[in-house]
């Protein structure tokens, strides 16, 4: 899991955008939105940590 988010922040502070990741709760079908975060380092981990963190709740990225 930790490997994932890392590169999940590694790609966004590559790419310097930032868009707003979408996330959905299959069982539930809440949605939560991580971001957008100003293209840095600090902010691709707390991407990073908001998706994780969602995933450990049961959400899924979802598409755009």
């Not at 996330?23 to 971001?35: I, Y």
């Amino acid at each position: 899991m930790r490997q994932i988010a890392l590169a999940i922040a590694l790609t966004v502070a590559l790419s310097g955008c930032t868009d707003a990741i979408t996330m959905r709760n299959k069982a539930t079908g809440e949605v939560a939105t991580c971001g957008p975060y100003e293209s840095n380092n600090r902010n691709a981990l707390r991407e990073a940590q908001c998706i994780s963190d969602y995933q450990r709740q049961g959400y899924e990225r979802a598409p755009h």
